[in-house]
């Protein structure tokens, strides 16, 4: 939301909440903490079977104890909504397109983007195809949830809601299963693949061949970063792959400048998410990192990997795992124990790890038997089709047919709804439609006939796997029950969207790895186009099949690394992505492993925690030497001189790695702002290591020329020149005169900015909601990935890896882990941002997992009765 209609809608109780702190500071905190759920002593939870018991460590980190599966689900929501609620509702209200109804007209374009993907519409049908067993789970969650909200209305629930008289209002509507289900939706929105790329290329097309526009996205390179499965073992396939760039009409361009200027204004969607969009920046990605493409504005991506026992200290495997997400506060996971106090067909859990508020069960952990670990496949899984449009038709295979439409009301605080008009063709939603007709509604002017006489009209429609409904609730259920191998790829079978690279480890010494996911197989073309919609040519065939998916069992390595890379060999015959990270991070990961094997003998959990840790940059390694070489003035060489003896670690302090990002910043917009379209700029991710690796080889490129200096024609070494020049003076205004002097965590800080009121410009609210800053070492495509926007004003942090865990088979108890912030939602609570030192500092806490574990670290106890 812009800023001056959130002030608009808090300024009156910032002033009220600013004179009460002037002249009743004691009240205001009273106020403010009265929301605080109650951790110990005894409360009725009506639907329980027996009473739960519900123990927390001295983090306030939740482990629930039942005897039955239904007691257990109905517990963690009653658990969920005491920390968590107000951010389960501002979910269901963003997957819905309800925000407006909270924060204003400002949001009606967001809604709209989200009421013509339909994605609450599309839960609604997915809930009948779940099992009658899961949707038995969704529905003792959602009871535990009302049961907490029957006794907790407004500034008992949240502060949110005592704040939300400008907002929220204070009695929330009872929680359902759809709302857990619409969720899932805006994971797989954020985790969705090439979509920007798709619109990037086309509107790069309009100044560049395609040729040129080709160098921008350079292919994989098997032939010096290993992709996931390897293995001679692996499982084979037999597709052919299909070429093709379609021709398209004229209007295509303007088409997708319109869904570009849609995307970029309804930034908020998905998990890094919030109503200033949270920090995400413009490619986003979710749970498992390197999705909207493993370059990105944030430079997102994520880490898992896995070792066997033959090169582990305790003979047995130890795992790995760390999402890179947009930074929120408070944190997208909260950690979770669920046990069945007796295993029984019937009570199958024992299990703990990272979850989603607002969904039962656990995302990424273990139980008892198994750990897995989830990292961003990056299928492409969305296709753009060009459209011609007339009126409420559409032209497919020669023929007119009807577009189907409905109409959809969003309500607006303080204002008549808006009504809007939805179309979609046989391929999906009109993208092309929202941005204008939000526009003319907002304004009440007539909508009249779209299409122009005599002609056929250009629009955008998107496919995509998220907007057929599926079954990837289902999916976690089973993992978290899974007890083997071959359970665990039953259920990853169920995962379909979003696709995602699983490894997979178990008590009994086993490792492996999963490919996931509902991706299509297209008719013609590659994906990485526009295509048209008006012929079947370009159709999907159906999907790629679950036992045709990488898959392996053990490798003769002894361990598996995934970190966005690509998946399978070139020679793999099905094509699931054109844009996995290049290799760069995954490589990393593998060198350390091979060292501390080769050097240790064995790996333990202090070597897995210090790789998580590691911010060795390998694009500096690369482009160092040429820096190094080159003639700069007497100023500038004295910065030049730091990249001597540096080690390309980028840690908080360090000077040399302040500089190069600079550097690297500056060679980037010199280089390739002159000739690309301010939206395609570049994010200074993996990708673009990659494309000025290769250029770094043709000192005499176009691209290092700067088409707008006509008289001069510059060449690379020219070009790295001024980005130092231009370095230097910028460090030397914002830091120190003396290079010596210069830290990389001055210029690269992380700000937790709370998703609703955390971006007001009100001090009091953001004071209360929002921490930091933290200086932090890292950086973009290091294995400690805080991502930072390139094409941004600054270097501050856009992506973080959102928690870390290690997961020792041979003792669960001796596993470690650590979320980004806290388990609690409450900003008076002292579990908020407990875990961020820790986080900060690369540190981990002790993960109990064992009822005696659990009983022995526990600092409260709730006991939830019948």
């Known amino acids: 939301m812009r800023r001056p209609l959130l002030t608009r809608l808090v300024l009156g109780l910032a002033i009220i909440l600013v004179f009460a702190l002037v002249a009743s500071a004691g009240a205001v905190i009273v106020s403010v903490r009265r929301s605080l759920p109650t951790y110990d002593g005894r409360a009725a939870l009506p639907g329980l079977t027996a009473k739960v018991d519900v123990r927390r460590d001295t983090l306030g980190v939740p482990q629930i104890y039942a005897d039955s599966s239904e007691d257990l689900f109905r517990a963690q929501g009653y658990v969920h909504a005491q920390d968590r609620f107000f951010e389960m509702d501002f979910r269901r209200h963003l997957t819905a397109g309800r925000l407006a109804e909270w924060f204003g007209r400002d949001l009606v374009e967001t809604d709209a983007l989200v009421r013509t993907l339909g994605w609450r519409r599309v839960a609604e049908r997915e809930f009948p195809l779940l099992s009658v067993q899961t949707r038995g789970y969704l529905n003792a969650y959602a009871d535990g949830v009302n049961a907490y909200l029957a006794e907790h209305s407004g500034s008992r629930l949240s502060v949110e809601y005592t704040l939300g008289r400008l907002g929220p209002g204070e009695r929330p509507e009872a929680w359902t299963p759809v709302d857990s289900l619409a969720w899932l939706k805006a994971m797989a929105w954020d985790l969705r693949a090439n979509l920007d790329d798709e619109i990037d290329r086309a509107l790069a097309s309009t100044k560049l061949s395609p040729p040129r526009v080709g160098e921008l996205y350079p292919a994989y390179p098997f032939d010096r970063h290993t992709p996931i499965v390897a293995d001679r073992r692996a499982t084979p396939a037999?597709?052919?792959?299909?070429?093709?760039?379609a021709a398209l009409p004229a209007g295509t361009a303007d088409a997708l400048r319109r869904v570009r200027e849609l995307l970029d204004a309804s930034a908020p969607l998905g998990v890094g998410g919030g109503i200033e969009g949270g920090g995400r920046g413009r490619d986003g990605e979710g749970i498992g990192g390197g999705g909207a493409g493993a370059d990105g504005r944030s430079g997102l991506g994520s880490n898992s990997w896995?070792?066997?026992?033959?090169?582990?200290?305790?003979?047995k495997p130890l795992l790995a795992n760390d999402p890179h997400l947009a930074p929120t506060m408070p944190s997208v996971w909260h950690q979770t124990g669920l046990h069945c106090r007796q295993l029984s067909p019937t009570c199958r859990?024992?299990?703990a790890g990272f979850g989603f508020a607002g969904v039962p069960g656990v995302v990424i952990g273990h139980n008892h038997q198994i750990a897995w670990g989830f990292t961003n496949l990056g299928a492409d899984v969305m296709d753009l089709y060009v459209e011609r449009l007339d009126g409420n038709t559409y032209m497919y295979d020669g023929e007119r047919e009807p577009l189907s439409t409905r109409r959809?009301?969003?309500g607006v605080k303080g204002e008549e709804p808006v009504g809007i008009e939805v179309r979609a063709t046989r391929h999906g939603p009109l993208l092309s439609d929202v941005h204008d007709r939000v526009r003319r509604a907002m304004s009440r002017s007539a909508t009249g006939e779209e299409a122009r006489k005599g002609g056929w009209q250009t629009g955008v429609s998107l496919r995509w796997t998220a907007l057929e409904p599926g079954r990837t609730a289902e999916a976690i259920f089973r993992l978290n029950a899974a007890r083997d191998w071959t359970q665990f790829r039953s259920a990853a079978e169920l995962l379909e969207v979003p696709a995602q690279n699983l490894v997979y480890a178990d008590v009994d010494g086993h490792i492996g790895y999963q490919a996931p996911g509902r991706i299509p197989v297209r008719r013609e073309g590659t994906g990485e186009w526009?295509?048209?919609?008006?012929?079947?040519?370009y159709e999907w065939d159906g999907w790629v099949p679950f036992d045709?998916?990488?898959?392996?069992?053990?490798?003769?390595?002894?361990?598996?690394v995934t970190a966005n890379q690509s998946v399978a060999p070139a020679s793999y015959p099905y094509r699931l992505t054109d844009r996995p990270a290049y290799g760069y991070r995954s490589d990393r990961i593998g060198d350390l492993i091979r060292t501390a094997?080769?050097?240790q003998g064995k790996v333990d959990t202090a070597t897995m925690l210090r790789i998580q840790a590691d911010t060795y940059n390998a694009n500096a390694a690369f482009l160092v030497p040429y820096l190094q070489k080159v003639k700069v003035d007497g100023f500038t060489a004295q910065a030049q001189e730091l990249f001597a003896g540096w080690d390309f670690r980028q840690g908080a302090d360090s000077a040399p790695a302040a500089y190069f990002n600079a550097v690297w910043r500056h060679l980037l917009a010199l280089t390739f702002r002159d000739e690309i379209p301010q939206g395609a700029w570049p994010g200074g991710g993996d990708r673009w290591y990659e494309v000025v690796r290769r250029l770094a080889t043709q000192p005499d490129s176009p691209w290092w020329d700067d088409v707008r200096t006509k008289k001069v024609?510059?060449?690379?070494?020219?070009?790295?020149?001024?980005?130092?020049?231009?370095?230097?003076?910028?460090?030397?205004?914002?830091?120190a005169k003396d290079p010596t002097r210069w830290r990389w965590g001055k210029l690269h800080q992380l700000e937790l900015v709370n998703s609703s009121f955390g971006s007001s410009g009100i001090g009091p609210l953001e004071r209360l909601f929002n921490r930091g800053p933290y200086e932090v070492a890292g950086g973009s495509d290091a294995v400690l990935a805080t991502g930072w926007d390139a094409a941004g004003e600054d270097y501050s942090v856009t992506s973080v890896p959102s928690m870390r865990m290690v997961v020792d088979l041979a003792d669960l108890d001796r596993s470690r882990w650590i979320n980004l912030t806290g388990v609690s939602g409450h900003p008076s609570s002292p579990h908020y941002n407990d875990q961020i030192e820790e986080w900060v500092g690369g540190k981990t806490v002790p993960w109990a997992f064992t009822r005696r574990a659990v009983t022995k670290a526990a600092g409260y106890h709730l006991v939830l009765a019948p």
């Open 713 to 735: 024609r510059e060449d690379r070494d020219t070009m790295l020149a001024k980005a130092m020049v231009r370095a230097r003076a910028e460090l030397t205004k914002d830091l």
């Open 238 to 245: 037999s597709v052919a792959r299909s070429p093709g760039r």
């Open 349 to 351: 859990f024992d299990v």
């Open 548 to 560: 045709k998916l990488p898959s392996v069992l053990d490798p003769e390595q002894g361990y598996l």
């Open 530 to 537: 526009a295509v048209p919609g008006w012929t079947t040519r």
């Open 306 to 315: 896995v070792i066997a026992g033959k090169h582990t200290s305790t003979g």
């Open 408 to 410: 959809e009301l969003i």
């Open 597 to 599: 094997i080769k050097k």
